[in-house]
């Protein structure tokens, strides 16, 4: 990883503190297992193996980077999906936004958001040029699953591994955040 894809990622996974709010630049203790977990390789491809994040509500203005991942990296190609699980709190809102990072093979994303059991809440296809963004009001706190993929690659099923049509591959950045 980079400097920089190192630097962004230890200040999206700290541990909020509110008693660090506006006393460091992260607002939170460093994790050096989120870290690590967020600069791991392939993210999963179904709910059952997505990357489970640390980042959850009730934390007003929790964020979390991930500065740089692929989609085409994995066993399957150009169907390659990257799922992540979040908890959602009844009335958070969540933004979704995949963009170019530094260095990147620029790609066509396509954001999914679905629900514990895999039905789709949100779907969006080049709201920016070839990238996309998300926002969603969760009606209920739970567990919920963010999904980038390529495009054209917008009806894969999240629990079937490999499932969908071919899609474009690259390089995107994740950036999350949720407002309570």
């Keep these: 990883a980079t400097y920089q894809q190192i630097r962004d990622t230890l200040f999206a996974s700290v541990d909020p ?3 660090l709010t506006g006393k460091t630049v992260s607002g939170g ?15 999963g491809d179904t709910l059952g193996t997505a990357r489970v994040t640390r980042f ?9 980077i991930v500065p740089s991942t692929s989609i085409g990296d994995g066993s399957f190609g150009s169907r390659d999906v990257d799922l992540y699980q979040i908890t959602g709190m009844s009335g958070s809102t969540l933004t979704a936004i995949t963009s170019l990072p530094d260095g990147g093979t620029a790609m066509d994303t396509v954001l999914r ?20 963004q998300i926002s969603y009001t969760f009606a209920t706190e739970g567990v919920y699953y963010v999904g980038v993929s390529g495009s054209l690659n917008a009806s ?18 994740l950036d999350l955040s949720l407002d309570v």
Aim: charged residues 15%; proline residues 5%; aromatic residues 8%.
């Design 113 to 132: 958001l679905f629900d514990s059991t895999g039905n789709e809440l949100a779907v969006n296809d080049d709201s920016a040029g070839l990238y996309s």
């Design 17 to 19: 503190l509110s008693a």
């Design 56 to 64: 959850a509500a009730p934390a007003p203005g929790d964020h979390l």
């Design 29 to 43: 203790r460093l994790h050096a297992f989120n870290t690590l977990d967020v600069l791991a390789g392939d993210v």
């Design 156 to 173: 894969y099923n999240p629990s079937v591994a490999g499932s969908g049509a071919v899609g474009s591959t690259g390089d995107y950045r």
